[in-house]
C-alpha cells in the first residue's frame, strides 16, 4: 500500500508536467462554464425552448428529452457540434432566431441539468470545438 | 376525364386531400349496387377527442432526394423528402434504392432513420438478402411518419415545378406502381393494416363555383409540380351523388373510394417482419454526415425524413406542418368524408379528422416547422363535423 502511494508520487508529478507541456484534452466534465451562465441559460430556455422540450426538459412523446438519453445520443462529439445544431435548428418553429450569446448560455444550463459539474469561465462560441461531450467523467490518463 | 382531373387535385394534397375546384363535373346515374346506406355517423364531439398528432411532412423543392454520396468509404444512398408521400411510395422508393445498394453486393446495409421510408428500405433490403441494422434516434411509433395522415396520396406534392428534375415525373411514377404492387399484399389481412374505405366529398355550394380570391399571402404561393394524369388505371373514378342517394345533409356530393394505412397494424407488421428477418436496431442519433463514415456498414440508404434539415443542412427541404385529430374509434364507421376544409376517415384506431385549410392560396401550414400540437385548431374541425352531423337525419340531436 504504501509502496503503491510511493511510487504514484512521482507519477503525477510526470503527468503535471506533460499536461503544462501540451494542452490538455478538454472535456465538458472540467468546469466549462459558470453557475451564473446556466442561470441566464435557465432564463431563456424558459422562454424559448420549454414549450416544447418542458420545464423538467423530459419532452413529450414527440419531443426529444434533454436529459437522460442526450447524454449518449450527444456523446462522442464536441460541443460545437450540440452548438451549431441549437444555434441553426432551434427553437423548431423559428430556427437561428437566438443570438451565438444565448445559445452559449442555454448550452451550459443544459449541461448543468445534467448534472455536469459548473466552473468559473463562461461558455463561448469560440473554443466549443475543443471541448469533448463525454458521457462519462474521464479518467486522467496516468503517464 | 373531367372527374379524373378532379381525383388527381385530391390526391395531389396528401394528408389534405380535398377538391379541385375547376373541374366540371356531370351528374351520373348511380346504379342500386353502388348506392350507399346504412352510414354510421361520426359522434364529432371535442370530449371524445384523445390524441392530437402534429408533424412536418418532408417536402423537398427539389422532389425526394434519391442521389448516391460517398462519405469517407462509405456509400450512402439517399431516400427523402416525400412531402405528403411517403407512406404512399415508401416501397417503390426503397425498391429504387436497395436496387443501388445491392449493386455493390453488400453483406450488411445501415438504414438509418426509422420512418415509414426507413422501415420499407430496411425490409426491402433484407428481400434482397443483406443483414440489416437500422440505426435511429427515435422507435416507429414516435416517428414523424406516425403524426400524418397516413392515406394513399402519391400524388401529394412532390416538388415546384421551378426546381423539379426533369424526370421526377417517370421515377415517380415508378415509386407510386411498384409501392401499388407492394401494398396488395397487406390488403384482406387480419386486423386491416391496409384497407378501402368510401369517400365522401360534401358541399353547400356547387363543386365548380369559383373560389373568393385568396388571402394574401406573406410568402409566395409555392407552384407545385404537375405530375400529369399518370395512374388512372389504378385510381377509382368519382362518383357525382344526387341528395336522393346519400344520407348526408349537404346540397351537393360525390364520392371515390381510398386506400388507408392502419398505423397500429401495419406498423406492428412491420416490424416483426423485419425483426423476424434477424433485423437489428440501434438507438443513436447523428449530428453530422461525416459519422456516418465511421459505421461498420459500408453501404448506407440515408432516410432521415425532415430532419436533413438539419443534420445534412438540405436547403431545400421546406417544412410543411399537418395535424389530425383523433377521435375514440367507431367501427362501426366505414368511410371517411370532407366538408368545409375538414376532413374526417374512420381508423382502426380511431376518427381521425383534419382541417385542410382553404383550398386556394398558400397551402395550409407550408413553411411552418411548428410542431406543437394546437389544440384549438383541433376543437374547430370537430365543430365543423358536428354541426354537420347535427343535421344528420339518421342522428337528430
Redesign the interface.
Known amino acids: 500500500m504504501r509502496l503503491r502511494n510511493f511510487l504514484a508520487i512521482p507519477l503525477l508529478l510526470t503527468a503535471g508536467i506533460a499536461s503544462a507541456q501540451t494542452p490538455a484534452r478538454l472535456s465538458i466534465w472540467d468546469g466549462v462554464y459558470s453557475e451564473a451562465q446556466a442561470a441566464r441559460g435557465h432564463t431563456l430556455y424558459m422562454q424559448s425552448c420549454a414549450?416544447?422540450h418542458g420545464a423538467e426538459l423530459a419532452g413529450t412523446?414527440?419531443?426529444?428529452p434533454l436529459v437522460g438519453?442526450f447524454m449518449p445520443?450527444?456523446s462522442g462529439?464536441t460541443l460545437d457540434?450540440?452548438f451549431d445544431?441549437v444555434s441553426?435548428?432551434m427553437p423548431?418553429?423559428r430556427?437561428g432566431a437566438l443570438g451565438a450569446g444565448a445559445n452559449a448560455d442555454i448550452l451550459a444550463f443544459l449541461l448543468k441539468s445534467n448534472e455536469i459539474p459548473a466552473g468559473t469561465k463562461e461558455l463561448s462560441a469560440g473554443n466549443l470545438k475543443s471541448i469533448h461531450f463525454d458521457s462519462a467523467k474521464p479518467r486522467r490518463v496516468r503517464k | 376525364m373531367d372527374r379524373r382531373h378532379l381525383l388527381k387535385n385530391s390526391l395531389a394534397l396528401g394528408g389534405l386531400a380535398c377538391l379541385g375546384s375547376t373541374a366540371k363535373a356531370q351528374p351520373q346515374r348511380v346504379p342500386l349496387m353502388d348506392r350507399p346506406f346504412n352510414l354510421a355517423p361520426i359522434r364529432a364531439h371535442v370530449d371524445r377527442i384523445y390524441d392530437i398528432?402534429?408533424c412536418i411532412r418532408p417536402f423537398r423543392t427539389k422532389g425526394p432526394r434519391l442521389d448516391v454520396e460517398q462519405i469517407g468509404d462509405a456509400m450512402v444512398i439517399h431516400n427523402y423528402g416525400h412531402s405528403g408521400a411517403g407512406w404512399s411510395l415508401s416501397w417503390g422508393s426503397a425498391d429504387m434504392q436497395v436496387q443501388k445498394a445491392m449493386s455493390r453486393s453488400p453483406k450488411k446495409i445501415a438504414v438509418i432513420g426509422c420512418g415509414i421510408i426507413g422501415l420499407t428500405s430496411a425490409l426491402m433490403a433484407q428481400r434482397a438478402g443483406a443483414e440489416v441494422t437500422i440505426y435511429t434516434?427515435?422507435v416507429f411509433q414516435?416517428t414523424r411518419s406516425v403524426?400524418a395522415n397516413g392515406s394513399w396520396t402519391p400524388a401529394s406534392h412532390m416538388a415546384l415545378a421551378s426546381d423539379a428534375p426533369s424526370n421526377l415525373g417517370d421515377v415517380w411514377e415508378r415509386m407510386t406502381r411498384i409501392s401499388w404492387k407492394n401494398l396488395r399484399q397487406y390488403i384482406g389481412m387480419a386486423g386491416n393494416p391496409l384497407a378501402f374505405a368510401d369517400h365522401y366529398y360534401l358541399s353547400d355550394t356547387p363543386f365548380d363555383e369559383p373560389l373568393p380570391p385568396p388571402p394574401p399571402s406573406p410568402v409566395p404561393v409555392p407552384e407545385y409540380y404537375e405530375l400529369g394524369d399518370r395512374i388512372g388505371d389504378i385510381t377509382p373514378t368519382l362518383q357525382v351523388l344526387t341528395p336522393d342517394l346519400h344520407p348526408f345533409p349537404a346540397k351537393y356530393a360525390r364520392r371515390t373510394t381510398r386506400l388507408f394505412f392502419n398505423f397500429s397494424e401495419y406498423g406492428h407488421l412491420l416490424i416483426s417482419d423485419f425483426y423476424a428477418a434477424g433485423g437489428k436496431m440501434v438507438?443513436?442519433?447523428f449530428?453530422?454526415p461525416g459519422e456516418l463514415a465511421h459505421l461498420p456498414e459500408k453501404v448506407i440508404i440515408n432516410c432521415p425524413g425532415y430532419a436533413a434539415?438539419?443534420?445534412w443542412?438540405d436547403t431545400a427541404m421546406v417544412p410543411h406542418r399537418g395535424q389530425t385529430e383523433w377521435l375514440i374509434p367507431q367501427p362501426e364507421v366505414n368511410y371517411g368524408l370532407t366538408y368545409r376544409n375538414v376532413e374526417a376517415l374512420s381508423k382502426s384506431d380511431g376518427v381521425m379528422m383534419i382541417d385542410i385549410g382553404a383550398r386556394n392560396g398558400l397551402p395550409k401550414g407550408y413553411g411552418?416547422?411548428?410542431?406543437?400540437p394546437d389544440r384549438a385548431e383541433a376543437e374547430r374541425a370537430v365543430r365543423v363535423m358536428e354541426e354537420l352531423y347535427s343535421r344528420f337525419p339518421a342522428n337528430p340531436v
Open positions: 414549450r416544447c412523446f414527440e419531443t426529444p438519453r445520443y450527444w462529439s457540434a450540440l445544431y441553426t435548428s423548431l418553429d430556427p | 398528432k402534429c434516434k427515435d414516435r403524426r438507438m443513436r442519433d449530428h453530422s434539415h438539419d443534420w443542412k411552418n416547422s411548428n410542431e406543437v
